[in-house]
């Protein structure tokens, strides 16, 4: 082993498992365990749409340097999948290893000769240590966390720490798992050269972060922001959302004298059901919110229109999946962008705000509902598959005391008693947004009309055009308010120092940040701005305006930010350079820099640093 | 429709417990056609609000698209009220009650708008047992686009063209009796004597409350050899009994003459007093409601009044266990779990 081959806390392994055979945990055993040796660690779980048999993968970037992105490359491959062995032996880099359950000789066709094999009999080692049919399989998994644990060097007491609060209540169920991990261990002691080149050393990188997945922290930005009723319909991959947040409501919702619950949570019969409930609840003044996916988006459509042109506040977490229709419903994407922001027929635009990691997703959940009840208009939050299903070291989320809930023009029983005639479309403040009431709010002031036909100031039916285009006019206003109220964008630096921009959002962002990086370290700089919102802030302009040229850089194929940045800021579009990824895995650093690079007349324009 | 309504009212206009006069429970002129079911029916939830003193704001209107669904705007000018999209009054319904459980609900429905489109919401706002009371307008055909049968329209029945029907009906009221829903009746739009008492004790019922209401369509569904004609209906209805709402009853029994009356007590103190006529049939029992009205369907009569009621079901606040407060009346205080909570949460993350 020379020293150049030397890789610490710089590395990819991948599991190849079958779907439903319990390795999951054990997955995220291995993964927790250098989280807590301090190293940033980020795992993509590559799943079917399946419940048993199908493969499924669980990959896992290390890195030193902290980059949180998806990197091409498998450094080492655990493989207990025979139908996936083909493909998983030619997925390892040239000088990787390929660890294999050596039960069963390996076929002649799956020898490469310029990777390392790891053979280690699992189900052998197995079958003599355990009798119970469903330990053989489970610890089978344990056994390579634990031969992994001594080729990486990863600290047995991180395993038995995490074992022990995995059974807390259940300790009968420790020792086997440990006896399991110490199979694997002596195993690699009595048999391989260890570590290998490939290891881990402690680190005190992590500090305060957490490692959470992006659907519990939406639902805990649900809770927080006081939504008191969820409807939805299930759908990968959103679902986890509504279990986060009904799991987060048994704890932090529970009357503790009567036990009733300070939350109604209802599973709709389609997601048409799922919005039409968010918007009556919305109406009647409780928070409400739903979280889908693209396929149930599309259903929504014709509510969504409704809440737009009512003027009724409701919030939607889209965690986005690879389309169009079913598509692929356990990969990831941001292909929804153009569907919801134009969602429903007519002229109509939605507020989207775009989370990069579970700290946003928590912070600009709760945004999203004062976001809605101030602009009295659906707020749909663009998350991910990748962002909302995978666990990211992130953050920890914080929540101000002082913040309260804005709840936006709303008038109670005393408000109305002072005015004359109540106008629930009167725009009396010039902004564009106008003033609303709860129902029973004041026996005989207040009450109004709500409907999706065209209507006058004071919510009276009408097909008169001047009244309609008075109304639709002033929906305009209101958006160009809510330009200056929706999350501003990221700008990476305080005075721009190059002709090329970057610009992108969600979960781009890691890779976005590692190729810029990488740049920087070949002497190129560019600009880089990150979007939070649409409507788009005058930053965003500002930012496109100064630069010669920007690569817009998402993870669909039709270049769907682009579009709508063209459309909405009238940009001559070959200013807008796409880098797209949408096959289906989160993008890469690597392909950002290929794409940019494959732009030849831009690359010499890029500025070097003196 | 009618242009001009009179201002004037009789000076000395009964009123009721709250003082407010009947008139107080009015709301915008119809621009339904002149003779319209639907306006009798509006007329009968302003007289049942009236005459149940209801302060007009407790209650929220909600309803489809459609000639039934515009009604909400034409009573109960001081209650809000949501003309939501087509088929989807349901879900918009089961969410406002969700928000607040202390309001009285009216859902307004058609048969397009409950039948057609919006079966898949209808069937599905049955089980939950959202408290309400949903009125089906129902008149075999769309009006608002001139005529076209609905699901509702009898296989055989002719329209204004002389076309006949050929597809099977669907019946709303069977279909809820069987879906489990705890309350259901029947009527006709020019009944007011039995329309009245019906949506009193829908809207008192602690549940779902459903009234398919036989309303004809005077402009494209009212012709010979329509089923739903006014001549054709009132040549073939059939009450189960004669009903009366009894508000504030002083005890809650169940006492049973048999054949001749029956009072269902209602758990807030009201009753329900049935004067029976049809044979055979218990309201309290869904399967030989059920049986009543398969067979007047059989004898092609139209069977009439509460056709079945469960007193006792939970509806789905019960169900979900939800607080007694209404959930948009928690403060912040009582929803949001605070930065010290999170600060534990965080570290479950770790």
Redesign the interface.
């Given at each position: 082993m020379s020293l150049s081959t030397l890789k610490v806390n710089d590395f990819v392994v991948r599991f190849a498992n079958v779907n439903g055979s319990g390795s999951a945990s054990a997955n995220f055993l291995f993964t927790k365990a250098i989280f807590r040796m301090g190293i940033f660690v980020t795992p993509k779980n590559i799943f079917p749409s399946n419940i048993q048999g199908l493969p499924t993968w669980y990959e896992v970037r290390i890195s030193e340097k902290g980059y949180l992105g998806r990197r091409e490359g498998i450094d080492l491959m655990v493989c207990v999948n025979p139908q996936s062995m083909a493909s998983d032996v030619a997925a390892v880099k040239p000088g990787g290893y390929f660890l294999y359950d050596s039960s069963k000789n390996l076929h002649d066709q799956y020898i490469r000769d310029d990777i390392h094999y790891i053979a280690i009999p699992l189900m052998e080692m197995c079958n003599n240590a355990f009798t119970d049919p469903r330990q053989r399989q489970l610890f089978k998994n344990i056994i390579y966390v634990g031969a992994l644990s001594a080729l990486f060097g990863i600290e047995f007491k991180m395993l038995e720490d995490l074992l022990a609060e995995q059974f807390k209540g259940k300790e009968k169920l420790i020792p086997a798992n440990i006896k399991a991990l110490n199979l694997g261990i002596e195993w690699v002691h009595q048999n391989h050269i260890y570590p290998l080149d490939i290891r881990v050393e402690r680190r005190d990188l992590i500090g305060d972060r957490i490692m959470i997945d992006g659907n519990a922290a939406c639902g805990l930005g649900a809770l927080y922001a006081g939504a008191s009723v969820a409807a939805w319909y299930p759908i990968t991959p959103s679902t986890s959302v509504i279990e986060a947040f009904a799991s987060f409501s048994d704890s932090y919702r529970v009357d503790p004298v009567t036990g009733k619950k300070n939350v109604a949570i209802v599973q709709a019969e389609d997601e048409l059901s799922a919005i039409g409930m968010v918007i009556g609840a919305n109406w009647n003044g409780a928070r409400s919110f739903t979280s889908t996916s693209g396929p149930g988006l599309s259903l929504m459509n014709e509510f969504l229109g409704l809440a737009y042109f009512a003027e009724v506040p409701a919030v939607l977490i889209d965690v986005q999946r690879t389309g169009p229709s079913t598509g692929m419903p356990t990969r990831t994407q941001q292909s929804d962008i153009l569907l919801a922001a134009y969602a429903s027929h007519g002229d109509t635009k939605h507020v989207l705000v775009f989370p990069a990691t579970p700290k946003e997703c928590f912070e600009l959940t709760a945004d999203a509902f004062d976001l809605a009840d101030e602009l009295q208009t659906p707020v749909i939050l663009m998350t991910d598959l990748d962002l909302g299903m995978n666990d990211h070291i992130s953050e920890p989320l914080k929540w101000d005391d002082e913040r309260a809930y804005k709840k936006g023009k709303v008038l109670d029983a005393e408000a109305l008693e002072k005015i004359d005639k109540f106008g629930r479309y009167l725009d009396i403040d010039g902004d564009g947004i106008v003033y609303r009431t709860y129902p029973a709010t004041h026996p005989s002031k207040g009450s109004f009309f709500t409907r999706g036909s065209s209507r006058d100031e004071y919510a009276r039916y009408t097909e008169d055009s001047a009244a309609y285009k008075r109304n639709v006019d002033r929906l305009t206003k209101k958006w160009n308010i809510a330009k200056n109220m929706v999350p501003l964008p990221q700008l990476y630096q305080d005075k721009n120092a190059s002709s090329i921009g970057i610009l992108f959002f969600g979960t781009s962002t890691f890779s976005a940040e590692e190729a810029m990086d990488i740049l920087r370290d070949q002497g190129l700089v560019v600009d880089a701005i990150r979007l939070r919102a649409f409507p788009f802030s005058q930053t965003v302009l500002d930012f496109i305006d100064v630069h010669e040229r920007v690569f817009v850089i998402e993870q669909n194929r039709d270049a769907q930010m682009k579009s709508l940045l063209t459309i909405e800021l009238q940009i001559d579009p070959k200013k807008l350079i796409p880098v797209l990824n949408y096959d289906g895995m989160p993008i890469t650093a690597d392909t950002i820099l290929n794409t940019m690079k494959e732009s030849t007349f831009v690359l010499s324009k890029f500025k070097k640093i003196a | 429709m009618s242009f001009i309504r009179p201002k004037f009212r009789h000076p000395e206009l009964p009123k009721n417990a709250l003082g407010y006069t009947v008139d107080y429970y009015e709301g915008?002129l119809s621009t339904l056609c002149a003779g319209c079911g639907h306006d009798s029916i509006g007329a009968g939830v302003v007289q049942a609000c009236f005459e149940m003193n209801i302060?007009?704001?407790?209650l929220?209107k909600?309803s489809g698209i459609g000639c039934s669904s515009k009604t909400?705007?034409y009573f109960l000018?001081?209650?809000?009220?949501?003309?939501?999209?087509h088929g989807?009054m349901?879900?918009?319904?089961?969410?406002?009650?969700?928000?607040?459980r202390?309001?009285i609900y009216l859902g307004v429905s058609g048969d397009g708008d409950t039948a057609s489109i919006g079966m898949?919401?209808f069937v599905?706002v049955i089980r939950?047992n959202i408290n309400m009371i949903y009125i089906v307008m129902n008149n075999g055909c769309y009006g608002l686009t001139k005529g076209q049968d609905s699901a509702t329209s009898d296989n055989g029945s002719k329209n204004k063209t002389g076309v006949m029907n050929v597809y099977e009906s669907i019946d709303l009221a069977s279909l809820a009796i069987e879906l489990g829903a705890t309350f259901v009746a029947q009527s006709f739009s020019g009944d007011k004597a039995q329309l009245i008492p019906l949506i009193k004790a829908g809207m008192q019922h602690p549940g779902f409350a459903f009234i398919n209401v036989i309303s004809p369509c005077v402009t494209f569904n009212n012709n010979v050899g329509s089923t739903k004609s006014y001549d054709y209906v009132r040549q073939h209805i059939e009450a189960t009994s004669t009903v009366d709402f009894v508000p504030e009853m002083t005890e809650i029994t169940t006492t049973y003459k048999s054949g001749v009356t029956q009072k269902i007590g209602m758990h807030d103190g009201s009753s329900i007093q049935l004067h029976k006529i049809a044979q055979d049939w218990d309201p309290l029992d869904r399967q030989s409601a059920m049986n009543a009205v398969k067979l007047s369907k059989k004898n092609n009569e139209i069977l009439t009044g509460l056709l079945f009621m469960d007193p006792d079901a939970k509806d789905?606040?019960q169900l979900?266990?939800?607080?007694?407060k209404?959930?948009?009346s928690?403060s912040?205080s009582?929803?949001?779990?605070?930065?010290e909570?999170?600060?534990q949460?965080?570290e479950d993350?770790?």
């Open positions: - | 915008a302060e007009p704001h407790r929220a909600l909400p705007n000018s001081n209650s809000h009220g949501f003309n939501s999209v989807r349901p879900s918009v319904a089961t969410g406002a009650n969700l928000a607040n202390d309001l898949g919401q599905h939950r789905l606040h979900l266990q939800t607080t007694e209404p959930l948009n928690l912040q009582l929803l949001c779990p605070g930065s909570m999170l600060k949460i965080n993350f770790r």
